[in-house]
């Protein structure tokens, strides 16, 4: 072998090092190939679920196609919140079933609340992190928590901790925790519930643009009409622990706040949810 062909050789194999801008290069074109694959589809059938004599859901049926964005909105006591915690896991039905694409495993079903529930003796960084799992022990660990804080607009808060940031901005941090594993399904409950209504607007731009981006199957508990015809594909109205509505919205994105289609459209959910004219 010459020098000349060694040389080569050693620059191919130096071109293979996970340096961190090679990993982040291979995350964002892994996301690309799989976009199409990202979802998972969900199908309940016959759910019911009761805490003691208080039945809160009474039979729901819904199939829900992988990569679809679907809202659901009810009055307070609907049931809407325990239908998102029985398909994310965190509670059992009663009675009935939930079932996703078979390749699905749990951890690939993740949950953001309407509290960012963030570390406060843990910084930014590591907050995100510990969305990982166990995944966390691997090497490229930080270099995708680092990708996730991108994704969100906070790259440069990485070594910030919690307690110095704004409401909004602990939203993100939360969503990039939950975004950091690439889920197939995102379960939202309320997550904006608590941002004034210019960071909410904000944030709902955020929301539509990463699942945009990365395709996963997303489940947003909402009391904001508006919030639920600007973000999804499908609004479902909740009512006594019934699905009593299922609404395409079917309105082009990118969608525009006050638009005269989406104030139709809420007036019209409005309506179902008060069943008055509003």
Do not use: Y
């Not at 969608?255 to 004219?277: C, K, M, V, Y």
């Amino acid at each position: 072998m010459t020098l000349q062909q060694s040389l080569r050789i050693s620059h191919a194999e130096a071109q293979r090092v996970e340096t961190p801008a090679n990993v982040k290069r291979e995350l964002a074109e892994q996301a690309r190939r799989s976009h199409s694959k990202r979802g998972a589809a969900l199908t309940i059938r016959g759910l019911r679920k009761a805490f003691g004599d208080n039945e809160v859901l009474r039979g729901i049926d819904l199939h829900i196609p992988a990569g679809q964005f679907v809202a659901i909105v009810g009055q307070s006591g609907c049931g809407k919140s325990t239908l998102l915690r029985l398909i994310a896991g965190l509670e059992k039905p009663t009675t009935g079933t939930i079932s996703f694409s078979e390749d699905t495993r749990a951890e690939d079903i993740r949950v953001m609340f309407q509290e960012p529930r963030l570390l406060p003796w843990a910084g930014v960084l590591s907050n995100v992190e510990v969305g990982l799992g166990r995944d966390r022990q691997k090497t490229d660990a930080k270099v995708r928590a680092e990708h996730a804080l991108g994704e969100v607009g906070l790259a440069d808060k990485r070594d910030q901790w919690p307690s110095v940031l704004s409401g909004g901005q602990k939203q993100r941090v939360a969503l990039a925790r939950a975004l950091v594993s690439h889920p197939r399904v995102l379960a939202l409950d309320e997550p904006l519930g608590a941002l004034d209504a210019l960071t909410r607007i904000s944030m709902q731009g955020l929301l539509n643009r990463v699942w945009a981006d990365q395709g996963f199957t997303s489940i947003l508990v909402t009391h904001d009409v508006s919030e639920a015809v600007a973000l999804a594909d499908r609004v479902l109205v909740i009512e006594e622990g019934r699905i009593a509505h299922d609404i395409t919205v079917d309105i082009p994105r990118p969608r525009q706040h006050g638009a005269a289609d989406q104030a139709a459209l809420e007036g019209e959910i409005l309506r179902n949810l008060l069943g008055t004219d509003v």
